[in-house]
């Protein structure tokens, strides 16, 4: 099988070519952009067929110039929730991914793509159905704009039978966290934060009360980038199953269990008992900050992924809750074996 990844270089994109090689799969290609450099650190130790700049790779696969591609993993995208520029955003997330998918049609190559949590905005369900989509920025809305376009088509992919080459794939991630985020600066995850604030600075901040929810108690689907993994390669297994999914743990924890779990993830490396998390705040270990005035009105306070569709599909594949992979991506940020 010929699998090509874009985004390759990124996280989610890159800790998929690891577990694609970990299968034992051999003809994996990577699609990027590299003008940021450091991010090749991504890819190390992965073992690649071959390498394309993202406009190259795009114009040449929709022109029929690569041979046979199998299957396409596409996270390619920008991923910026606080980016403005609405044409950047339709031209990177959406025309895109509609070129793509065209082009993936034509050639009979199935396609496993990234949508987003974001998509459902401030809605209090989350389900994959348009009554509950409402996106707060227009990343969330250039990753809906996708999926309706997907929808058109699904039918006719059930129709066939879901064969192997009408397979297509939107997974909408939740709060993904995990190994390789490093190059995302301000948009690596809580956990990724908090790691390098309590190494710096021995500890770690939180958002205080906002829109009803004490400080720290504002809750996300945090999923951890290993389990993201093992959903992606379930589907390339099972050809058969097309959709959009959600891809979360189907739990929604507050970002004091994040905080919590990394505090004393840190402090297990030097040796150090765990504490509950009133004895971190006591000890000054946790503190929060006033509610950012940029963030009012954008910020969702609470996603929680409905798994149904999911767990139809016969994927039963177990998630992280947030001290099992926090603890072992603490590890990992630290160098040590994960488990």
């Known amino acids: 099988m010929r699998v090509v990844v874009t985004g390759a270089a990124g996280m989610i994109g890159s800790n998929l070519v690891h577990g694609l090689n970990r299968l034992g799969a051999k003809e994996v290609i990577a699609v990027d952009d590299l003008t940021d450099g450091p991010k090749y650190r991504n890819l190390l130790g992965s073992t690649l067929a071959d390498y394309?700049?993202?406009?190259?790779?795009?114009?040449?696969?929709?022109?029929?110039?690569?041979?046979?591609?199998?299957?396409?993993?596409?996270?390619?995208?920008?991923?910026?929730?606080?980016?403005?520029?609405?044409?950047?955003?339709?031209?990177?997330?959406?025309?895109?991914?509609?070129?793509?998918?065209?082009?993936?049609?034509?050639?009979?190559?199935?396609?496993?793509?990234?949508?987003?949590?974001a998509t459902y905005g401030a809605s209090e369900?989350?389900?994959?159905?348009?009554?509950?989509?409402?996106?707060?920025?227009?990343?969330?809305?250039?990753?809906?704009?996708?999926?309706?376009?997907?929808?058109?088509?699904?039918?006719?992919?059930?129709?066939?039978?879901?064969?192997?080459?009408?397979?297509?794939?939107?997974?909408?991630?939740?709060n993904v966290y995990g190994p390789r985020e490093q190059h995302k600066g301000r948009m690596a995850s809580v956990a990724f934060h908090h790691f390098n604030q309590f190494r710096q600075h021995g500890q770690v901040k939180l958002f205080g009360e906002y829109n009803g929810y004490a400080p720290g108690t504002q809750s996300r689907d945090f999923v951890f980038v290993d389990d993201v993994v093992a959903v992606n390669l379930w589907f390339l297994q099972n050809p058969d199953k097309s959709g959009i999914f959600n891809l979360g743990s189907g739990r929604a924890q507050p970002f004091n269990d994040v905080a919590h779990a990394t505090v004393n993830a840190c402090r297990a490396l030097d040796?150090?008992?765990?504490?509950?998390?009133?004895?971190?705040?006591?000890?000054?270990?946790?503190?929060?900050?006033?509610?950012?005035?940029?963030l009012r009105g954008k910020y969702q306070c609470l996603t929680q992924a409905d798994l149904t569709r999911l767990r139809a599909t016969g994927c039963d594949h177990a998630f992280s809750d947030v001290a099992g992979g926090v603890a072992s991506y603490v590890r990992w940020l630290a160098g040590q074996p994960s488990s």
């Open 52 to 117: 394309f700049d993202k406009d190259e790779f795009y114009t040449r696969f929709a022109a029929g110039e690569l041979g046979r591609i199998d299957a396409i993993l596409h996270e390619g995208a920008c991923s910026d929730t606080m980016e403005h520029d609405g044409r950047f955003m339709l031209e990177n997330n959406y025309r895109c991914s509609k070129t793509l998918l065209d082009a993936c049609l034509a050639q009979g190559t199935r396609l496993l793509y990234a949508s987003s949590a």
């Open 125 to 174: 369900t989350f389900r994959e159905e348009p009554a509950f989509e409402a996106p707060l920025n227009v990343y969330g809305y250039s990753k809906l704009l996708f999926d309706q376009v997907v929808r058109r088509y699904l039918p006719g992919l059930r129709s066939q039978g879901g064969t192997q080459d009408g397979q297509v794939v939107g997974f909408r991630y939740f």
């Open 271 to 294: 040796g150090l008992p765990a504490l509950t998390l009133d004895e971190q705040i006591a000890q000054g270990l946790v503190s929060y900050i006033d509610f950012p005035d940029a």
